[in-house]
């Protein structure tokens, strides 16, 4: 499936944030006007902040091509450096009209050995990216003097931003400079203009202050009428022509609307304000043709029983409701739409209003309400949440309601989150105030939950985790008096994971964390129990991304034993694979560690040297526009192509929690191979591309946006991938410095006897 190998090597590109943008000839493409600050050119962003232990941007007033500046991209000076990677940017609004859009800049390089440099650029709509060149085949490697560099680009109608800037993979160093963006061989400023549509939903601004809502204390009778509330709200976003036309500012309607519902007091006077309130959207043709899902492809489909609860509605607001679905929105949706040829869901026009740190009792109530229906009507696992999905909506009306300062909003906010069970669904982002609360500060020790025990597994920073006094393989038992088992269960109802395994990975980064200068730990050693003061340090000189399993080494593959190959995925690059399968083709066996991020995309180039023929290994499930809350099947997709040389060795496959969604999808391939084992323990369990929704407050969050299962239908969300051999490490393994999972991956090569 080409797309996945498209977003997830763009992933790291994906940027989001506000940013100014000026006017149409003055992008500041030159570099030569600086910020309020003089750090760097106005409008550019991108790793100016990054200390030197990542690779990092820098203003260079001796090195440039024209004028007074330009931008300088250093790796680190780490045998890490060449797994890395630095970007520089800017975002161009796209008002332009024409076929192609090209970017030209010059770049200069020294000491580029292990990747390359060159420009890139993204053009991004409201279904994500649409085009993407980031010059990864014809990069400039090694000492290059200043190079014209060009791309071009189709210029896609659907186009909102227009990413463009310099970028670094690897080691070395590389500036950029000079550039400049033509449309159809035409400068900006004499480009034409794109015709933007407008809608009524963009020129309703009543509630951009505030929602003018006030709720001290929500009523029992209340939050049923709020809940119904909710489930109307959603339905018609969702549903409604007009709304889906983008006539209506749904989220300030939700505000006009409210008021009322706080005071209905009867089934009768309830009903006549969902009447009047769908009246003033606009007549509903009827015959409206509508689709339905496949039935015999149809994988599951949301419960509409309760558009005929004639308990909690009028006879005449049941008949209204129920012709609204007979006469659902057909086409385009402002508010919905799918990403091109994957199917996930792409939540567009959802204002994270991020003035508001604190949103107040209407927008806290919108956070709930747009949360809930968007995991009603188009999260693929809805059928596999653990609670009651009505009954959350219910339950968490209180909740959202008392939510009233910034932090206490946003634990409800992971507490919701954490309903759904998947582990791409969390806060994500730099928020200050989730920051503060978890600790603005780390110790240089790692920590990992092993047979249940928090052991120190590593450093962050060797020096710093040295001094500290503790060991690899040290047992910490308390965290300033609190014992850790009494912390886990603390934190579990707001650590959103798809699984415990994973719940207890997350709750192991932030367990050592702190605004205090230091921490004071109880630790077990063997049968001595000791206290120890240690050290807390800001991130920015702690390698706090160092959180896998693998052999250390300067390439993503070696011979880890004269017949026996191992590649680590962290590292490896595609353009990597025939060099590799040409060094392994007469081992007994590969040891394929995905114990970590795959850096490249990698599943139908490895299969093809893997498997005799092309096998079956996954299929999606996806939900529909036209149809919100069903979930229909694609056709299993295969990997492998004919090929009587195939690799006749065993694979090993090492997984653990840290394996996580492109690393899972990669694992259920791989193992397709004839004598493919998977050995470790069980994944992180948050597999397909996702989604990205905002929340009032400017939260920001993900769910899975699309099912993944395996060809039989066997599930992988929650459930992870599951090893052939069940293998974890133990806390004497630890001790001991072995990794107990690659030796049992050597075992498996080893033995005689056949999988």
């Known amino acids: 499936m080409k797309i996945f190998k498209i977003l997830f090597c763009s992933l790291y590109l994906c940027l989001s944030g506000n940013f100014n943008l000026h006017a149409q000839s003055d992008f500041n493409l030159n570099l030569e006007v600086l910020n309020d600050n003089g750090e760097r050119p106005r409008d550019w962003y991108g790793g100016f902040s990054k200390p030197i232990t990542e690779h990092h941007a820098l203003l260079d007033k001796t090195i440039r091509k024209e004028g007074k500046y330009a931008i300088k991209i250093v790796a680190p000076n780490t045998k890490e450096a060449a797994e890395g990677f630095g970007a520089s940017f800017t975002i161009i609004p796209s008002k332009y009209a024409g076929k192609n859009i090209t970017l030209r800049g010059y770049v200069k390089t020294e000491k580029v050995i292990a990747g390359y440099a060159g420009l890139w650029m993204r053009q991004d709509g409201e279904a994500g990216m649409l085009e993407f060149d980031n010059m990864n085949n014809r990069g400039l490697k090694g000492d290059q003097d200043w190079t014209l560099c060009e791309i071009t680009l189709p210029l896609n109608p659907q186009t909102k931003k227009i990413n463009i800037g310099g970028l670094l993979v690897g080691d070395g160093t590389m500036w950029f400079d000079d550039l400049s963006l033509d449309i159809d061989g035409k400068p900006l400023d004499q480009a034409g203009a794109k015709i933007e549509k407008v809608y009524g939903a963009d020129a309703d601004k009543e509630f951009d202050t505030g929602s003018n809502v006030t709720i001290e204390n929500v009523k029992t009778a209340q939050i049923q009428e709020l809940a119904w509330l909710g489930k109307i709200w959603g339905f018609l976003k969702y549903h409604h022509p007009s709304i889906a036309a983008g006539n209506h500012n749904w989220d300030y309607e939700l505000f006009r609307v409210l008021p009322a519902v706080l005071q209905a007091k009867d089934k009768k006077a309830r009903s006549k304000i969902y009447l009047d309130w769908i009246e003033k959207l606009g007549p509903i043709p009827s015959g409206t043709t509508c689709t339905s899902p496949d039935k015999d492809?149809?994988?599951?489909?949301?419960?509409?029983?309760?558009?005929?609860?004639?308990?909690?509605?009028?006879?005449?607001?049941?008949?209204?409701?129920?012709?609204?679905?007979?006469?659902?929105?057909?086409?385009?949706?402002?508010?919905?739409?799918?990403?091109?040829?994957?199917?996930?869901?792409?939540?567009?026009?959802?204002?994270?209003?991020?003035?508001?740190?604190?949103?107040?009792?209407?927008?806290?109530?919108?956070?709930?309400?747009?949360?809930?229906?968007?995991?009603?009507?188009?999260?693929?696992?809805?059928?596999?949440?653990?609670?009651?999905?009505?009954?959350?909506?219910?339950?968490?009306?209180?909740?959202?309601?008392?939510?009233?300062?910034?932090?206490?909003?946003?634990?409800?906010?992971?507490?919701?989150?954490?309903?759904?069970?998947?582990t791409h669904a969390n806060l994500w982002g730099r928020d200050s105030v989730l920051t503060k609360h978890n600790g603005e500060k780390y110790t240089a020790v790692q920590v990992k939950f092993i047979e249940g025990q928090a052991v120190v597994t590593n450093y962050y920073q060797q020096t710093y985790g040295a001094a500290s006094g503790l060991k690899i393989g040290d047992i910490v038992m308390k965290v300033n008096g609190v014992g850790v088992q009494e912390i886990i269960e603390a934190k579990l109802d707001r650590t959103p994971a798809s699984n415990y395994p994973t719940q207890l990975r997350d709750i192991a980064k932030h367990l050592l964390r702190s605004n205090e200068a230091s921490l004071t730990l109880e630790v077990k050693r063997g049968a001595e129990t000791f206290t120890k003061k240690l050290n807390t340090y800001p991130p920015k000189e702690l390698n706090l991304y160092q959180d896998y399993v693998g052999e250390e080494m300067d390439k993503s593959y070696r011979l880890l034993q004269a017949d026996i190959g191992y590649v680590f995925l962290g590292r490896i690059k595609g353009n990597e694979i025939p060099d590799m399968m040409e060094l392994f083709k007469n081992t007994k066996g590969i040891i394929i560690d995905i114990r970590n991020y795959p850096s490249d995309f990698v599943v139908f180039s490895m299969t093809k040297y893997l498997l005799p023929s092309p096998k079956d290994f996954v299929k999606f499930t996806g939900g529909e526009i036209a149809n919100p809350g069903a979930f229909t099947w694609t056709e299993p997709i295969s990997v492998g192509e004919q090929n009587p040389d195939y690799y006749k060795g065993k694979v090993a496959i090492l997984i653990n929690e840290i394996s996580q969604s492109q690393a899972e999808y990669t694992t259920m391939a791989l193992r397709t191979a004839p004598q493919a084992k998977v050995i470790g323990s069980t994944t992180a369990g948050a597999d397909g591309n996702v989604s990205r929704l905002l929340l009032p407050g400017n939260l920001r969050t993900m769910i899975s946006g699309i099912g993944v299962f395996y060809p039989d239908g066997t599930p992988t969300q929650r459930v992870g991938i599951i090893p052939d051999i069940p293998c974890e490490p133990t806390i004497e393994g630890i001790r001991a410095g072995k990794d107990e999972v690659l030796e049992r991956a050597i075992q498996y090569i080893k033995e005689n006897k056949k999988p």
Do not use: C
Not at 311 to 317: C, G, I, Y
Not at 348 to 372: C, H, I, M, S, V
């Open 297 to 422: 492809k149809l994988a599951y489909q949301t419960n509409f029983d309760w558009l005929r609860d004639n308990q909690a509605f009028s006879p005449t607001l049941i008949e209204k409701l129920n012709h609204i679905y007979n006469n659902r929105n057909q086409e385009e949706h402002y508010y919905i739409g799918m990403a091109p040829g994957v199917g996930n869901p792409i939540f567009k026009q959802e204002n994270a209003y991020a003035n508001f740190e604190t949103p107040d009792a209407g927008y806290r109530l919108l956070a709930l309400f747009r949360y809930w229906n968007a995991i009603e009507y188009f999260f693929p696992y809805k059928d596999i949440i653990t609670e009651d999905w009505e009954k959350v909506l219910t339950n968490f009306i209180p909740t959202f309601v008392k939510a009233n300062d910034a932090l206490t909003y946003r634990l409800a906010a992971l507490e919701l989150i954490a309903k759904i069970s998947d």
